[in-house]
């Protein structure tokens, strides 16, 4: 069947995301070391972290939103400290402002812009990439988060939304993705069709099951491989 619009995972896709995650941890401890020391001292970045994982393991029910786990981790830490008043808004603003300051890899602006202008595109993460704040919101039609849809990947269901929103059978979409459980397994078993983004060449993991559709090096692969199956149809 013909694709005609593709789902397009963000994080570790079109730009790697270890960074900007770095540097918004340091930025908000800067923030914590100038303006409350003493949660500075009892929280150095490793300890944070650390919170965080503690928080993520134990409200499983938010595995969806990374958001309110942040959110419950700056609680816990200021009340550690005896402070009730977390100013959870001013340091999620930090976080968030740092968080969405990517730099892409080198190929995916080029293919980005080349796959919107001939297919319909809807974001899909598990993350609070925000496509306003990095400047792509206008190549995508519609923006499908975690967050929103109350599921993550690999979980179908978030899948099944951004077809829906995009008005196609899965069959008709392709999903595209760094993960191989999380993007080829989740996408696969929504019925969609499946693209691995396998920078590294690592073989597929034959523990996942069937492999996915097409398997590329990096997204400029990608956009020659769609434009040849166009011209081929």
């Given amino acids: 069947m013909r694709i005609r619009a593709l ?8 730009w790697p995301v270890l960074p900007a995650l770095e540097r918004a941890d340091r930025d908000v401890d800067a923030y914590l070391r100038q303006h409350y020391p003493n949660v500075a001292r009892a929280w150095p970045i490793p300890a944070m972290r650390a919170l965080r994982a503690e928080v993520a393991a134990e409200r499983t029910d938010l595995a969806h939103d990374f958001t309110a786990q942040r959110h419950l981790t700056i609680q816990r830490a200021f009340a550690h400290c005896g402070i009730d008043e977390a100013p959870v808004e001013a340091l999620w603003e930090i976080y968030f402002s740092a968080r969405n300051s990517v730099e892409f890899f080198p190929e995916s602006m080029p293919a980005l812009q080349r796959i919107a202008g001939r297919w319909p595109i809807a974001s899909l ?3 609070n990439a925000d496509l306003d704040r990095i400047g792509i919101r206008a190549h995508f039609a519609h923006h499908v988060c975690a967050r929103d849809t109350g599921v993550p990947k690999p979980d179908p269901r978030i899948f099944l939304v951004a077809a829906e929103r995009l008005g196609l059978l899965p069959a008709e979409i392709l999903h595209v993705g760094d993960d191989p459980e999380l993007d080829v397994v989740g996408a696969r078993e929504a019925g969609l069709r499946t693209a691995w983004v396998n ?7 034959g523990a996942l099951g069937r492999a996915p559709d097409i398997d590329v090096r990096h997204m400029g692969e990608l956009v020659d491989w769609l434009e040849a199956s166009l011209r081929a149809d």
Avoid: I, S
């Fill in 7 to 14: 789902t397009l995972d963000l994080d570790d896709t079109l």
């Fill in 199 to 205: 920078r590294a060449g690592h073989p597929w993991p």
């Fill in 125 to 127: 993460t598990n993350g």
